[in-house]
């Protein structure tokens, strides 16, 4: 199984991006997907999650009110939906396939996933 990121691009502090994410794969076993994010010279941080079973998202601080996800558990794909963009949301952006059931906390951690995509990356300037 593999998953792709795309949609990724530059754009002005402000603006908005559709990030997707898709799997190879359309009935492969996962409780949800996540969007992950590094920025140059930063470790890989935590976006955005969605739980199939609700569903159910959930938000870092830093994105809360600003970007939504959503997605499909039928077609296994994700959007995240990146509004009022801060060039401090600079950063290659990864989806990620939640497989080992996590919820609450757990969905912000990086062992929980699988299946990682190459990443899209997106330039915020001010």
């Known amino acids: 199984v593999q998953l792709q990121a795309s949609g990724g691009g530059s754009v002005q502090a402000g603006g908005s991006l559709r990030l997707s994410c898709a799997a190879s794969e359309r009935t492969f076993s996962n409780y949800g997907m996540g969007w992950f994010r590094q920025a140059p010279g930063k470790e890989r941080e935590f976006v955005a999650a969605i739980t199939w079973s609700g569903p159910r998202t959930y938000y870092a601080d830093s994105v809360k009110g600003r970007f939504t996800i959503s997605g499909d558990s039928a077609k296994n794909t994700a959007i995240l939906q990146m509004n009022s963009l801060k060039p401090e949301d600079t950063a290659v952006y990864y989806c990620?396939?939640?497989?080992?059931?996590?919820?609450?906390?757990?969905?912000?951690?990086?062992?929980?996933?699988?299946?990682w995509g190459q990443g899209t990356k997106v330039t915020v300037s001010s």
């Open positions: 990620a396939a939640n497989v080992r059931g996590a919820r609450g906390a757990r969905v912000t951690r990086e062992y929980e996933y699988a299946y």
